[in-house]
């Protein structure tokens, strides 16, 4: 069992990573008896695990609500969140309630976002339970829905009491969803680490047959990470967490332009990650063998390094624009400036970057 502390001072929590946690027992939880719950879950989740983590919490005597949403990034709305509150209000939740989020990002983001407004905040206790959930979203305190203008428009910064990473939901995980949180896990290899880095190239097998040594000291490897940035840049304001956005704005104007759900999300971070590479040779910041290993890394992992042939270049751009700030046509990016350091770069022209974008169309492959 790996146990990581993410230091907030008093707001500071622990997260802990282990194979079978929500079939073991209430420690890993922050509860006491008699205290209230309320799990929330989607459909698909709740089939397989609501009923081990409500067997848990009851035999410790906690009292235990569920919500059960149905499954989808369609449901990360204000409707939903309002749904949320009326259950709160109805089965009576005072403000010593915990709202615990069973699911992937989708329910971990609306679960967190209900937790920082239901009366003015309650505690929040994280299991998530994809790849990119246990890397990525659960720990970090970003929480929000998504308004018809726009995705994750409306929410709050609400960091939980705790995070229980149990690596055994992997297994029943789709494939193609784990995959692409793999594609995360190489962007922390690139952006920040580079002997993480080599640890990926050499264990990248065993992660995809989801070998537990390796799944455990790949997400402890992601969150303390990630616990670091947030510890000196909660908020994003001093440039350090924008830097995990790398191969972000190329992969969310890829998942616009394509009609979101077409490509996963972590599949549009992995042909993003390799524009970026690109745009960094092309201003003479990275060398091309760099490039070279990311794409190699990114094909084994079965995630695609290129985008459709159908994707025009100039439309993406407009998407860019909206995603980041941008002054003149110059666009601000975070680029790869070698294995395991990433930059914010200041005044990349339009045409570098559709001409970087153009190399990346040459042929669309999704892993062979
Ligand atoms: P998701 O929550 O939609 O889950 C993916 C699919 O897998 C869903 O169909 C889900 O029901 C299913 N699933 C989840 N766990 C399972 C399991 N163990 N077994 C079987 N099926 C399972 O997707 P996601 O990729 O986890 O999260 C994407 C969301 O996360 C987006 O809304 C994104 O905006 C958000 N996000 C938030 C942050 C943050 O910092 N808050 C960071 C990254 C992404
Ligand atoms: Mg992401």
């Not at 230091?7 to 946690?21: C, D, F, K, M, V």
């Not at 149990?166 to 594609?183: H, V």
């Not at 990114?298 to 995603?323: C, E």
């Not at 700030?325 to 294995?339: D, E, F, G, H």
Request: hydrophobic residues 40%; proline residues 4%.
């Amino acid at each position: 069992m790996e146990r990581i502390i993410v230091n907030l001072q008093e707001r500071s929590y622990p997260i802990t990573i282990a194979p079978g946690l929500l079939n073991k027992s209430i420690n890993f939880f922050p509860l006491k008896a008699e205290e209230q719950t309320l799990i929330v879950t989607n459909n698909t989740i709740a089939a397989i695990y609501l009923h081990k983590i409500r067997t848990v919490l009851k035999n410790a005597r906690v009292l235990v609500d569920s919500i059960i949403l149905p499954d989808g990034e369609g449901y990360k709305n204000l409707h939903s969140l309002n749904y949320l509150f009326s259950v709160l209000l109805k089965k009576a939740h005072g403000r010593d309630t915990t709202l615990i989020a069973l699911g992937g990002g989708v329910i971990g983001d609306i679960t967190g976002f209900a937790a920082a407004s239901y009366q003015r905040g309650v505690r929040l206790i994280q299991v998530p339970t994809t790849l990119l959930s246990q890397v990525d979203s659960a720990v970090g305190g970003k929480t929000a829905v998504n308004h018809p203008q726009g995705k994750n428009m409306i929410g709050a910064f609400y960091q939980p009491a705790s995070v229980v990473v149990d690596i055994s939901c992997l297994k029943t995980l789709p494939q193609r969803e784990f995959i692409s949180g793999l594609a995360e896990v190489v962007k922390y290899g690139l952006a920040f680490d580079r002997s993480f880095f080599n640890w990926l190239e050499e264990n990248i097998d065993n992660l995809l047959t989801l070998e537990e040594l390796s799944l455990i000291q790949c997400i402890r490897y992601c969150c303390e990470l990630k616990a670091k940035i947030i510890a000196t840049d909660e908020r994003d304001q001093s440039g350090w967490r924008s830097l995990l956005n790398l191969g972000h704005t190329f992969g969310h104007a890829i998942e616009l332009e394509l009609g979101y759900g077409k490509w996963l999300h972590g599949e549009a971070v992995s042909a993003g990650l390799v524009i970026a590479c690109r745009i960094a040779e092309k201003i003479g910041r990275l060398k091309s063998s760099v490039t070279e290993r990311v794409i190699s890394l990114l094909k084994r992992a079965g995630l695609p390094v290129s985008i459709p042939s159908i994707l025009k270049p100039n439309r993406l751009f407009p998407h860019m624009l909206r995603d980041k700030k941008m002054m003149a046509r110059k666009l601000q990016l975070v680029l790869p400036l070698s294995l395991g350091k990433a930059q914010v770069c200041k005044s990349i022209s339009y045409d570098l970057i559709i001409s970087a974008i153009e190399d990346s169309q040459q042929k669309f492959t999704r892993g062979n």
